[in-house]
């Protein structure tokens, strides 16, 4: 597969299309994660358009890099990247998302292309991303395997026996991934569950951690090609983000967004603040 010249501005432009096309899904269905859909949209929306060897046409090649989309409540922004990338319909998508019958249902279903692992119970992706990548190297695949995950999410113990294995095996083909947006459902993660020193934590598991801006997609660009130079550990990157980022005042950085169906009054808000930060990007 040609591997595209990397144009940060373009798959920024992409990424605020891709966020309207989430909200679309929410206003049509009537429910959804919407925050944790724009915090995350550029870590997806880089991995997909500039860093993964995966799409419709080697969906099923073993030698495919793989995505756990362990956050799988964020699963419209998971579902309008696959669209956007040919694993089907992006209209099929917005009309059918959680609706009676439908198999986009409201987490990943891994009935559908491009799906490679059921998610939303918490904190099972980096422990299957791990087995997903000691397989790999077994079988001398060039994969690499990434997981995304939320900050909230690190709290579930599993994780941690995910950190613990990756690092034993110095799993250099794995690379995990937290928006670490600093809010879960039900407020701070530094009220729930602290995670101030979340950067030491995942390195003595004998981790190689980045941390970078998670919504700039140059950033995070020189994040995933920084860590495809380290051959001796896995690499976790700590993405940080804006809950709800590109929404605009009234949706970013606000816990009660993490499930949200916006009114008609917030929806036009939205899509405004969108094309405003759109217009910005091409002007910059
Ligand atoms: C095992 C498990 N416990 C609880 C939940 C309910 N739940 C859904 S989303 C969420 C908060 C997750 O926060 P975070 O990982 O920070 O997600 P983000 O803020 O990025 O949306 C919780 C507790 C779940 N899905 N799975």
């Known amino acids: 597969m040609n591997k595209p010249e990397f144009d940060a501005k373009a798959l920024t432009v992409k990424s605020l299309a891709l966020r309207k096309v989430v909200l679309d899904m929410i206003m049509k269905s009537g429910g959804g ?31 495919r890099d793989y995505l756990i989309m362990s956050k799988g409540h964020s699963v419209e922004s998971y579902y309008a990247v696959l669209a956007a990338k040919g694993f089907f319909e992006t209209e099929t998508v917005v009309n059918e998302f959680s609706q009676f019958g439908s198999k986009f249902i409201g987490h990943p279903n891994n009935e559908l292309p491009g799906i490679e692992m059921n998610s939303g119970s918490l904190g099972h992706g980096l422990p299957v991303s791990v087995g997903m990548a000691i397989a790999c190297r ?8 990434y997981t995304v995950m939320g900050d909230g999410e690190v709290a579930e113990g ?36 602290t995670h101030e020193n979340l950067h030491a934590q995942i390195e003595s598991f004998g981790w190689n951690v980045i941390e970078t801006e998670g919504n700039d997609i140059a950033k995070l660009h020189e994040a995933f090609e920084q860590a495809k130079t380290v051959t001796d550990r ?27 169906v916006p009114n008609k009054e917030e929806y036009e808000e939205i899509v405004k603040a969108l094309e405003a930060k759109k217009e910005g990007v091409l002007h910059e």
């Open 33 to 63: 994660h919407i925050g944790g859909d724009f915090s995350v949209m550029d870590t997806l929306v880089t991995l997909y358009f500039d860093q993964m060897n995966v799409g419709p046409e080697n969906q099923d090649d073993p030698n």
């Open 234 to 260: 896995p690499t976790c990157i700590i993405a940080n983000t804006i809950k709800g980022y590109g929404g605009g005042e009234i949706m970013e950085n606000k816990a009660a967004w993490h499930h949200h």
């Open 138 to 145: 077994k079988e001398n695949r060039p994969s690499r395997v």
């Open 158 to 193: 599993s994780v941690w026996e995910g950190f613990m294995a990756a690092g034993h095996y110095k799993l250099s083909n794995l690379c995990a991934v937290v928006d670490r947006n600093h809010l879960q459902i039900s407020g701070t993660t530094e009220q729930v569950m």
